[in-house]
Each structure stands twice: as structure tokens, then as C-alpha cells.
RNA sequence: GCGGAUGUGGCGUAAUUGGUAGCCGCGCUAGACUUAGGAUCUAGUGCCGAGAGGCGUAGGAGUUCGAGUCUCCUCAUCCGCACCA
């Protein structure tokens, strides 16, 4: 019988299903392993091509854990929430939760033709209301617990109000938006609302008003890192800055933790640099400069203490709060004009501006707590509200944009460490003496800025501390499609529903659409309020709420009473391998780090990390096909004869041209203005040229995986995509040299079979030493390979072993069903289907991977590559008994060494025992 | 500008610890089978050279008996961040 793929796969899928073999449970007799994907996003456009090759990786590596003895935890689900749906609802009307179930449809469907063994009774997807009432649930948790910075852990916010009740604020050291001081009698004093308002100031949901990433287009916010180059990702629209109230996550109060943490787990260098550079940590003072005349102080943060001699003046942000208190009479009307010129600017003009320098002078000064000298405050707009104190004190001689700045405005450049020349530009290296520095002089950089430190704490001015550049995460979008917020508001303080009332369901609305008034579209649902009819919430939750903390949930998806059960996460702890893009580094890899890690904090999950192995599978870009039409004419040139000719460039169809050759008369029907078209051939053959390009449908560049699977099967595409190169690599979708794959699969067929193919075979006699060699070669390379995710590799290694016994004529029983075991996590289907032909009851899922016999390829004797000085120059073959004397008296006999050595005495000879032999001359 | 990664035949890639550079596959060339071939099978295929041989892992230097692999410099491509004080 031919190698039918198609009947194979599509018996065997549903055997699968029918017998659910992939079913996971808890047990505790087994060690477990979990590994996940990334879920999707449900797109109407399908099932992305790149979708599958992180699939394929992880799936193999499920099969091949579960074959080693391990309950394997392989879930698969779908991150449904999201602008896409509600963009297509506002267009037509339809009800998002309608398209994206067609569109789940659509995309389990083409997953379960691939032959993944996922736990499909564990599906979920994050608008599921049962799902997200865990989501709103953590959501209250996050809102009734604020963060302690010397225990490095969420507490409940009932200790912070004891603590107020008792001290105030003093002896506080907490994350909080702003430093607050009051004392116990002042708290106590409070009315309700002041008080709600002040715990809004150490929660870890708060509600606040910040500058956030507006886009006019979606009607909606946009978190930092939905926003590339001021427009947004999704779309692709202009994102502007504008103040608004926001529900925020204060993520920041982990960043130590979420940098700490990185440390212990295996994720390749690079994400964990990203999300480093992302966190951006740096080490310096917090110093507060006494303004003049006044009781306010000015108060920066600075990396270089040590130059606080250097200081010729002090700069602002825009936004600064000090401003409109301290600008003198005589220069309200030119800062007032500036501002007016600044604050409007959108990001993308002042991004696009970077290089104009703008400021004003406030005519206040602040005096310099050691000099006592009066130094000048500017506003300036390269100083950024967001970072920092939104403050800075400047020292031009030692940075660069304070440079600019001073020379632009003729303010004084004053050296303060010796190394660089000030004349021509800003010394910037932390390294150098210090000069005219007081108390520093002669110090380096380091100490000087330690006694620095030491000084302004007696001072009581300021402190040594650590800042951040991660901001806290804007968690409101003003969107239908998200899961509502479990608040609503009380005299405008909002307070969170009771647990019990969860989850709260997404209300209908007769259109997905902004009010009238510009509220978000959930304010159109009648009776959006409370029993006791206080107003809802009418923003929702951002697409990441959904996908932070959805691989716990898997653990325990269908629990009614909890999040997951305490037994479930005892067992399964967390994610040993995480498959994905590296396109997530800043958004859901640390908000699902943050998530995690506050779960841990209140004693719900085991575990600090939520990801221990992450596998990041590289880009898949499109491979375009071209066609050289000469300027005029209905003349097509093929690629190796089109410099004769002045020639435009035009896409073609990818699925006319196969191994870069067009199909002249697919392409003459492809489109009517083709049909007469004329071609100047090299070879009796059109070429076509090629690029790499961004996989679109208007460069006609677009495969899809189903038509691949359709030609070839599931197993090909499974075992090409990984064939392709290392899984961390972008790679092109070429499908060039997806039949030889098909081949290999074939003649593996081919092994189980005689006379032709038209019979299944095995024969029962003992493989010989030479079967069993290529055997437990292979047993080796390919669990090796499997342990480093190199599957690529593993991919040719079948196919030697496979071309090996192929010229062996091979058809033993105990050689080839311990192959197909290790093929089986590649290629499922084919390998299923000969397990079976070979009289096995049970799935070849459940067979118990070869054990790799060492003895089976040892060798007798080695092949020595002899070079003369590093050059290979001829091979012989000797017994690895030998001892390296009677290797060199060997070598040394030989007539052909001889000829090489050319009566030359060899100064050395260096002999690697089953390596080389490297004769010096 | 800062940080990270990558660079090997016509193409995708391999070489796990410094030890025969180019495995496996595509493509290409030749042959077999075939009514036919964009099917299948067999052989060949890094470059230069008729050959002996020489040259080859982005380029240059170095360490070493020996470097794709280690060190330094340069270049190119990709990714991330980008007034982060």
C-alpha cells in the first residue's frame, strides 16, 4: 500500500479524539511536566503561518516528555478578548463574542488537522465569563492590597490602615504614587472619601489621573507597550498624549523582583536583556534643592552625585506641579507661552523635534546646599515627566543634553571631574577625579559620590536610592470588549464588588460605539449600576488582563469555587517550558511575571516564577516571487536575461512558481491582462526573482498552512517547519524543499514494507551489530537534540538513519518500531499507523522511549584524519586498542606520511586519541 | 547614541568540549525508467585549476600543533530601547 497521508491522518485524528488519549490528570505517582504555548489570538484571518511552528516545537516536546514517563500538561486555549472583534462590531453590527467563536471555529479546526496532542478538555478562552471572574477576582485582590518595600511583599491594605492608625505615616516605606505625610491624629480625622483617596495612593489597582497614549481612531488608551513610534500596533493609528483618569496596576513596586527574578530562569539572553533595559534600573540620590525665599524644595534624581559641584542649574519638566508656584511675576507670560507651545506638542512631534533644544527660565532659584550659591530654574522639555522626580539638577560639563542645553541658553559650564575637555563637549564617563569639588577634590567618581550620599543624608536633603525607568500599567480601556471592572463608584471613590457577585457579565449595548458624551460604550447598557443602584465601572480591562494569569487557570479550568484548586497547583506548579514570540519580551511576559508574583505574595500559587524555560520561536517572514516586465510591453523577462531589458518588477502569486520557476500557463490565467502575455525564457524556463517581505496578500506571498497540509499531510508540514533551521531563528516561509521531507517519509514507509510497497513486513530475526549501531545513534542524537529543542537536527539524523537501513535493506522488527517511537513525537500520524500495522493495541503516544545502549556503538577502530600542520592530507584507519607509541610508529611506516613528510624529521607529532593525528614538520 | 544577536556553497542549514568545514535537504548537472514529466530511481555537485595542487566559514590581526569555534579591531544585517538624568 502507498503511503496515504490523508486517509492516515484523518483516521488516527479521530481514534485520538474519540479515545482521548491526550487527556491529562493530576497524579501524583508520575512526575509531571508542563508545557505551553502561547495562546492565540483568534483573528478573522485564521491561523497565522507562524502560529504553527511554535506549536510543532512544543508538541514534539510533549510527546517525547510524555514517552520519557512524565504527565504532561499540554493545554491550548484562546486570548479572545481584543480590538480586532469590536473594530469588525462596530463595522457590522455583530455581536463580538459572535465572530470570534466563528473565528475559534475556524482556528481549532486547523489545529486539530496538524495532530497536536493537546488537552482539549482544558480549553478555555479568556472572554469565557467563567474565566474571567478569575480575572476580576485577582483584580479585587490587586485593589485591597498595597506593597511593602521592607518585606518585598504584598499585604493586605486592613495593615496599612492599622499602621495609619497608629503612626500615620510614619516609619512607612511602601510603594506609592506620591510621598504623603500625616500623622495617626490627622488620619483619624479623615473623612471617608479622604481616606478612600489616600489608600488610592498604595493600592495595587489604583484609580488616577496620568498622562497616557490616547488613540483618537480606537477611541481608546493604549499601554506603553501597545505604542511603537507613536502609533498604535494594532491599526496602526496616530496615539496622542492626553490626561485622563486610569485604572493603573502598580507594577512598578515589583521592579526589583521582576529584576531579580530574571536571574534564576532559563530564557535566552537576549529577552532577559529586553526586559532588563524595559525595568532600567539605576542606582543613584535623591537630593532636595531649597528654593529661595520659599519652603518648597526642588527634588531630583541623580546618577552622578559626585558632580553636585558641577550644578549650574536646575530643570523642570513641562508638567511640573512647581511651576505655576514658583515662576516669578515678570516671566509668568513667557513660561505660560512656552507651555502653552510644549504641553500641546503630540509625542510623535516631540519625537520627531528631539534635536530642537527648548526651555525657559522660571526667575526663581534654588540654593545649592553646599555652595550656598543661588542656582537658576529652567523648564525644559527634554526633562520627562514620567521618570524620576520629573526633576533634574544639571550639570553640563558631564552630560551631553545638559551641554546642549547650556550652550544653547549661555548658561556656565564648570568642570567637577578631571579626563575630558569641556570645551568641546560634555565628559560623560563614570570615571575620572574629581575637581573643584569641595569636599570631593581628589576623590574618584565612586567615592566622591558615596561622601556625597554621606553628606546629604546628615543633611537631612536626601538619600542614596534605586530608580526605575518601568512605569506602572495603565489597565483601563475604554472598550467594549474587555472584562468589565468589579467597581463601582460611591459619592465618585470607587469600591469593589463582593466576591460572590463575580463574575460580573459584559451587559448588552445597542451599539459598540463611545456616548454621545464620549463615555466608553458600556455607558449605554441600561441599569449599568448596583442592586443598590450605585454606577458600574464603564471602562474595561486591557487585553493583557486576559492572557497574565490564563496557564494557572489550565490547571484547573472548569473549578466553580476558585481560581484553581491548591492540590492542582501543588502538582502542576508552574510552566516548565513556554513556547513563543519575542514580541511579548515587555507587554505579557512581565505583566504575567508581576501577576504571578502578587499571587504568590497572598499565598495562592507556589510559585514566584511563572515561566521557568522560555523558548522564543523565531519570525516567519514571506518569501515574494517576481516577475520582470519590460517597460511598454506585455513582455516578461526571465530573471537571469532581465538586465538587457529595462524592466519593471511585479509580485506574482507565490502558488504559481515553485522552486523560483513560473507556471507560464497558470500565470496567463492568473489575471486577464496576462493572458497574452509574452515571455523571454533562459533555459526553456521562466525564473522568477525573489525577496524577502513582510507575509501580506498584497504581495501575494501568503501560504497557508491548510493547502500545505491538504498536498503533503500533517506529518510533512510538521517535520519541514522544523527541518527549516534552529526554532529561535527567523526564518522565511519557504516552502523550496518541502518534498524532500515528503520523501523521507516516504521511503520511511517504505522500510515497513515489501514487494513494492503493496505489503506491510517486519521480520522477526536479530538485527545485526550494524542495524543496532545505526539504532542507538540515532536513540542518542535525537534525545539529545529533543533536550535542546534542536529539532532541526533531529529532523536530518532520521533522515540518515532512515537512508541507512534503507541501503541495509533493513526490515527488523526491533529496529525499526523503536525508530518509529522516536520519530512518533515528529511525525504522529505515520508512525501511529505503523505501530499499529505492526500488531500494537495501545498508541504509540503511550510507548516507552528506547533507552540508548552505549555498548552498541562503540567502535573497534578509528578513522584518523593525518594532517601535515593543521592539514588534513590523508585517512587510516587504526584499532583503538593502539597506544599512542604504536599509533606514532604506525603512522610513521606509512609510505603515503612519508611522501608528505618529504624527508623532513617531524618536530612533533600529536596524536588525539578517536580524534586526529597532526604531524608538525 | 546605548544594549543584544547574527554573519558558513546558488538557497535553508550542520559541525554539542578548539580536532577531517560543508552533514541533511532544496536547487543544479548527467544517466536510468517512462507515451509524458515540475513523478520516481542512480551518480555527481564549495570555489579556482586540464592536473598536481591551491584557496575557502563577512574583513583584518592574534593565541594554538590545530580556530567556523577563543581574544582584539573593522564592516554588514536584524532586533530592542532611545532625551530615562
Known sequence: ?????????????????????YKTDVNFSKPKFYILDMFPYPSGAGLHVGHPL??????????????KGFNVLHPMGYDSFGLPAEQYAIQTGEHPAISTERNIKRYRSQLDRLGFSFDWNREFKTSDPSYYRWTQWTFIQLFHHYYCNDLQKAKPIADLISHFEKHGTEQLNVASTNLLNFTSEEWKEFSENEKQNVL??????????????WCPKLGCVLANDEVVNCLSVRGGFAVERKLMKQWILRVSAYADRLLEGLNKLQWNDSIKEIQRNWIGRSEGAFIQFPIQNSELTVDVFTTRPDTIFGVSYMALCPEHSLIDKITTQERKDEVAQFLSEVINLSEVERAAEAKKIRGVFTGAYVIHPFTNEPIPIWIADYVLAGYGTGAIMAVPAHDSRDYAFAKYFNLPIKEVIAGGDITKEAFEAKEGICVNSSFIDGKNVYDGGKAVIDKIIEKKIGHGTVNYRLRDAIFSRQRYWGEPFPIYYKDGVPYTLDEEELPLTLPQVDKFLPTEQGEPPLARAENWKTKDGYPLETCTMPGFAGSSGYYLRYMDPHNNDEYFSKEANEYWQNVDVYVGGAEHATGHLIYARFWNKFLFDIGLCCRDEPFEKLINQ????????????????????????????????????????????????????WQPEFANAEFILENGKYICGWEMEKMSKSKFNVQNPDDLVEKYGADTLRMYEMFLGPIELSKPWDTNGIEGVHRFLKKFWRLFHQNDNSEFYLSTDKPSAQELKILHK????????????????????????????????CNKRDILLPLAILLSAYAPHITEELWHLAGNKNSIVDANYPIFDASCVEETSHIYPISFNGKTRLQREFSVQLTQKELEALVLADAEVQKWLDNKTPKRIIIVPKKIINIVV
Open 1 to 21: 500500500m502507498e503511503y496515504n497521508f490523508r486517509k492516515i491522518e484523518e483516521k488516527w485524528q479521530k481514534v485520538w479524539k474519540e479515545t482521548e488519549v
Open 54 to 67: 511554535g506549536y510543532i516545537a512544543s508538541d514534539i516536546f510533549a510527546r517525547y516528555k510524555r514517552q
Open 200 to 213: 488610592l495612593n498604595y493600592r495595587l489597582a489604583y484609580i488616577a489621573e496620568t498622562w497616557v497614549n
Open 618 to 669: 523565531g519570525m516567519i517572514q514571506g518569501r515574494s516571487n517576481f516577475v520582470y516586465k519590460i517597460i511598454g510591453t506585455n513582455t516578461f523577462v526571465s530573471y537571469g536575461e532581465k538586465d538587457k531589458y529595462s524592466v519593471i518588477p511585479l509580485h506574482v502569486d507565490v502558488n504559481l512558481v515553485k522552486n523560483d520557476r513560473l507556471n507560464i500557463e497558470k500565470f496567463k490565467q
Open 778 to 809: 540515532t536513540i542518542k542524537k535525537v534525545q539529545d537534540d529533543n533536550e535542546r529543542f534542536s529539532f532541526n537536527t533531529a529532523v536530518s539524523t532520521f533522515m540518515i538513519a532512515t537512508n541507512e537501513l534503507l541501503d541495509l535493506q
